[in-house]
Structures are given as C-alpha cells and as structure tokens.
C-alpha cells in the first residue's frame, strides 16, 4: 500500500529554466495539497486541488507557478523561469475526502518531498 | 488573518519529559494537529484534537484549550530519536460553493527539539 510518491526527490534547475515536480497521492485520494517549506522554516501551503479542479490557490505566486490535478495522472506543480528563491523544499500531501468534494475531518498524509536546488 | 506561534527551539535531556507550546488565532477552527519532521524527510502525524481536553497516546499527549487558542504537545521519557522538529497545524474549514467547504492545513514554524544523553 503506496504512500503519497513524490519526484523527483532532488531537482537542480539553473535560474531560468522550468521545474517540474510530481504527486501520486495515496490510493483511493482524491484531494491533495501542496506546501512549501523554506530551510529552518514551516510549511507553507500553497494550493489545494481536487480531480480537475483547483479550489484553493491562494498560497501560490500569481506569476510562474501553477498547479493541475488531471482525470488521469499525477498532480504537477510546474514553476517556470526559476529564481533561487524558488529553492525549497516541496511537500504534497493527500487525503480521501468524501463525495462531492466535501471536507472531512480525516488527516493529511505527507510525501517525502522534492528538494529543488536553483543555481 | 492566520497566526501560530510556538517556540523555535528546545533542548531536554534523554529520558525527561518536555511540553511544547503552541497558540493560535485562526478563523473557521476545525481541529488542531501535531507532526513530526526529521531532517529531509515528510513531516508523520503525531496527534490530533477537535475536542478540548487530553488526548494521549503513548509516550506522547496533545492537550486543547479552544477558549484560550492554545495547545501543547507533551512528550515524555525522551529517546535521542525525538530529536526532531514538532510542527503545530490548525485545520481551517473555508466556504467552498459546490460542497459546503474544504479543509486545510496552516502551520506553524515548527519547534526543533534537541534531547542530549
């Protein structure tokens, strides 16, 4: 029983180039979270997307950053032209959510991040 | 706005007992989390509480004060594996229009605690 796979677990993209960075959340998931934790820090959430459906984007920089959710496929947090601010650690979390989307009262299961290093 | 505070560091010694702080201002409150980081890796659930009260669970206890917007994660008979950062998490409940409402997590800094022999 596959947790929340995240990957790449290190990604080193030079100032300018796109970043790529993929969730497959746990079996049975339908509702998954993405958060940013910069070195000695919390994390930050950043978007909280359902199947095809982004619902929350308000953590996320207007400009560079975007998020999907297909039918079919992992969830993609794509940033373009990176900056090294962008260096952080990137964490998704998932979680099963009921019928119609509706919240529940079930906790966040967290994958093992990517770390994405600007130079 | 949203606001957790909790120390940012602390030190106890192996086999003691430690109580690590954690208040909140938050709007739509739906219960409150406690996680555990090591270093490079996901952050694992430790506890959590809707309730006010005590919730213990082993080694380790999470208490809730909704009046006071305050919780502590209270770990005792320290191992030098605890090392670690303690992350407090306030789940929010928000208006969504298509199903009633979404949750999500906000956390805190987190607090690094370093146990020593």
């Known amino acids: 029983n596959a947790g929340v796979m995240q990957n790449p677990r290190h990604l080193v993209r030079r100032r300018g180039q796109e970043a790529r960075l993929r969730c497959s959340p746990m079996?049975?998931?339908?509702?998954v979270y993405w958060y940013r934790q910069l070195p000695e820090e919390g994390l930050k959430f950043m978007v909280y997307l359902q199947k095809e459906n982004i619902i929350d984007e308000s953590g996320m920089p207007k400009e560079r950053f975007s998020a999907e959710f297909p039918k079919e496929g992992p969830s993609i947090l794509r940033i373009q032209q990176v900056v090294r601010g962008d260096s952080a650690a990137y964490f998704c979390?998932?979680?099963?959510?009921?019928?119609?989307?509706?919240?529940?009262?079930?906790?966040?299961?967290f994958g093992s991040g990517t770390q994405l290093s600007v130079l | 706005g949203q606001n957790i505070d909790q120390p940012t560091e602390m030190t106890a010694t192996e086999g003691a007992i430690v109580q690590i702080n954690c208040t909140y201002q938050?709007?739509?409150?739906?219960?409150l989390f406690w996680y555990q980081q090591h270093a490079g890796e996901a952050p694992t659930f430790l506890s959590y509480n809707v309730l006010d009260g005590l919730e213990e669970k082993g080694r380790f206890s999470s208490f809730l004060s909704r009046s006071k917007g305050y919780s502590y994660l209270l770990l005792k008979e320290l191992q030098m594996k605890d090392s670690a950062s303690y992350l407090c998490?306030?789940?929010?409940?928000?208006?969504?229009?298509?199903?009633?409402?979404?949750?999500?997590?906000?956390f805190g800094a987190g607090t690094r605690l370093a146990v020593h022999p």
């Open positions: 079996k049975g998931h339908s509702h």
């Open positions: 938050t709007s739509g409150f739906n219960g």
């Open positions: 998490a306030v789940r929010v409940t928000a208006p969504y229009m298509f199903s009633g409402g979404y949750n999500k997590l906000i």
């Open positions: 979390a998932s979680s099963k959510g009921l019928p119609g989307g509706r919240a529940t009262n079930e906790k966040l299961f």
